[in-house]
Structures are given as structure tokens and as C-alpha cells.
Nanobody
């Protein structure tokens, strides 16, 4: 069992930066990949980025590639999402997720989810 708590959301203007963090607790024995997904009003949840346990393998959605950076904390029980050059289309609730095994772009493969944090980007 992995419990996840996100932080760092807020209201920013287009072009600004924001850093999301997710703290994991619970299982300290088994390695797990982590990821970020987001869901805008009226839309399905979509993949943003994911990272393996060690932190040397990352995947990004095309829409955020070059603007967002995912990273693991040194103790491997956290994940961050640095978001630069934010756009109004990035407005959504951002969810942290974890899964045993490698990183994935498929939200169905993630077993553990945080409650989400709102990111709003004004134009």
C-alpha cells in the first residue's frame, strides 16, 4: 500500500512556473514507479509524466515535453513536477500516482492515487 499526498497547486498566469510535489508513505520495501496525470473539467484523465524508481527513466506527454520535468526525491519516496511556461490548457486537477514496476503512460496500470491538486493558469 502506498499513500500519496500532493501539494503545490495554485493559480498562476500564462508563462509562469509552478512546482508540484507528491509525498509517498507506506510501503518502504518494494520499488515503485510514480507519475502525474491531470483531468480538466469535462475531459478524461490524461497522462502527463512518469518516472521509474531510480529516477533515470522518464516518459512525457507530447503536450508537456520540453516544459515539464519530473524527478524523484533523493529518498525515492517523493516525486516532483516542475512546470514551466504554463499555458491555460494546462489548467486541470493534477494527480500523483504510483505503481509497482516500471513507469507507464497508462493510468489503468497505476494502483495508488493521491487526492489531486488544482492548477489554474489564467491567460
Amino acid at each position: 500500500q502506498v499513500d500519496l499526498v500532493e501539494s503545490g497547486g495554485g493559480l498562476v498566469q500564462a508563462g509562469d512556473s509552478l512546482r508540484l510535489s507528491c509525498a509517498a508513505s507506506g510501503d518502504t520495501f518494494n520499488p515503485y514507479a510514480m507519475g502525474w496525470f491531470r483531468q480538466a473539467p469535462g475531459k478524461e484523465r490524461e497522462f502527463v509524466a512518469s518516472i521509474n524508481y531510480i529516477g533515470d527513466l522518464t516518459y512525457y506527454a507530447d503536450s508537456v515535453k520540453g516544459r515539464f520535468t519530473i524527478s524523484r526525491g533523493n529518498a525515492k519516496n517523493s516525486v516532483n513536477l516542475q512546470m514551466n511556461s504554463l499555458k491555460p490548457d494546462d489548467t486541470a486537477v493534477y494527480y500523483c500516482a504510483a505503481r509497482y514496476g516500471g513507469p507507464s503512460i497508462d493510468h489503468d496500470l497505476f494502483a495508488f492515487w493521491g487526492q489531486g491538486t488544482q492548477v489554474t493558469v489564467s491567460s
